[in-house]
């Protein structure tokens, strides 16, 4: 009798123990844990996300650029100001000048905002240029818009799927909201941001996405890759992108697009190429995902 409860002991440990380190292998096996959260905005902040891809950094070493010079016109124009506030005013200048014109002052306010903008030209697009010739994509994504989701098709995978706000349609955050998003790997700082089926991309991988919209304009946009584009009806459009740290990053609708355009989130995972390639395989065996 105490053999047989033994073993019976023995065998339910044994069980347990084969069950739980299977589910600790594929908990460790989920190429989507433990991401850092890298593109997501801060409480107060007022400057740009971390750049995550080259042409975010040139759109920030652009606008550092054009604050500089657009500084220095302020600056001048109210020393400019100030100086005839100061001098020309009627009290210290009692006869004021009869002349008109100035040919050497008014050819030098013509040419030099000419010369200004001609050097902004020659920096800014080339950064544009960078941005609207699409490179050759490693990983090709479709993406629709939609009141107000969005719907995500790897058109060289034949996977399909659509994404949510976590806690869409259940007010503001609560304990259930919050445990959703724990599920989801998330914490309550990340409510209205982070989805329940995020789009995964390798690092490093050229990614080219066709966007466009279902009923009406959206725009699909991720500020730490520097990429926003509209999503119209009838009409694609592309944009590209090559994400180079694994993490988490975080976007919005960033087109009006009706009443609950404040809700339709998108979230971006970048991971290795060793985990896109696990995603993949485990995405494939889900018909949930399968593009039909």
């Known amino acids: 009798m105490n053999l047989t409860r033994s073993f019976k002991t023995f065998a339910a440990a044994a069980l347990a123990a084969l069950t739980g380190g299977i589910a600790a292998a594929q908990d460790a096996a989920d190429p989507l844990a433990d991401l850092p959260i890298i593109g997501a905005p801060t409480q107060g ?9 080259g042409l975010a950094r040139d759109l920030h070493w652009l ?6 010079i657009i500084s220095v016109i302020v600056v001048f124009v109210i020393a400019l100001l100030a100086m005839v506030i100061f001098r020309y005013n ?24 000419i010369v200004v903008l001609v050097f902004i030209g020659a920096f800014s697009l080339p950064v544009l240029f960078d941005q609207q010739e699409i490179p050759e994509g490693d990983v090709h994504i479709k993406v629709i818009g939609y009141q107000w989701y969005w719907g995500y098709e790897y058109t060289d995978e034949d996977i399909a799927f659509e994404s949510f706000m976590i806690g869409a349609g259940e007010g503001n955050l ?5 445990a959703q998003l724990e599920e989801a790997g998330y914490s309550a700082d990340e409510f209205r ?15 080219v ?11 699909w946009t991720i500020p730490a890759f520097g990429v926003k584009q509209d999503a119209v009806p009838g009409r694609i459009a592309q944009l590209w992108f090559e994400a180079e740290a694994e993490g988490v990053y975080f976007g919005q609708c960033s087109e009006l697009c009706g009443i609950n355009h404040a809700y339709m989130p998108i979230t971006v995972k970048v991971v290795s190429p060793e985990n896109y390639e ?13 593009s039909w």
């Open 278 to 290: 696990a995603w993949l395989t485990r995405i494939r065996e889900d018909e949930d995902y399968r």
């Open 90 to 113: 009627a009290r210290r200048n009692p006869n004021p000048a009869s002349f008109t014109h100035n040919s050497p002052l008014e050819i030098a306010w013509t040419v030099v905002p």
């Open 63 to 68: 606008d550092g650029m054009v604050l500089v």
């Open 209 to 219: 996405m066709d966007v466009t919209g279902a009923d009406v304009i959206h725009s």
């Open 174 to 178: 609560n304990d259930e909201i919050v």
């Open 45 to 53: 902040g007022v400057g740009f996300q971390p750049a995550a891809t």
């Open 193 to 207: 941001l982070a989805t329940d089926t995020a789009v995964v991309v390798p690092v490093g991988a050229t990614v």
